[in-house]
């Protein structure tokens, strides 16, 4: 199984997508400063996942979200109705 996450940096409220196989030592990884992307902006809250059977669906979606103006739009609006 696979995880498309999205963190809300506490410092300074900028978001991160991210997708992983191993969700709870990927988020340790951020909030431990051992990701070189994020270790600055730690530390770093959940605000929404999605499960996925493969890779490619999961890595698919993020790009949905990174690279499409839909996609962009319904981030937004799953990050207002928290």
């Not at 196989?21 to 996942?49: M, V």
């Not at 949905?64 to 839909?70: L, P, S």
């Not at 739009?73 to 990050?79: A, V």
Request: glycine letters at 4%; charged letters at 30%.
């Amino acid at each position: 199984m696979f995880t498309l996450y999205i963190l809300r940096s506490l410092k300074d409220g900028n978001l991160y997508i991210g997708v992983t196989n191993n969700f709870k030592k990927r988020l340790n990884q951020h909030n431990d400063g051992q990701s070189k992307s994020t270790k600055f902006r730690r530390p770093f809250a959940l605000i929404y996942k999605e499960i996925f059977k493969t890779k490619s669906e999961a890595m698919k979606r993020e790009w949905y979200f990174k690279n499409t103006t839909e996609g962009n739009k319904l981030m937004r609006e799953i990050i207002k109705s928290l």
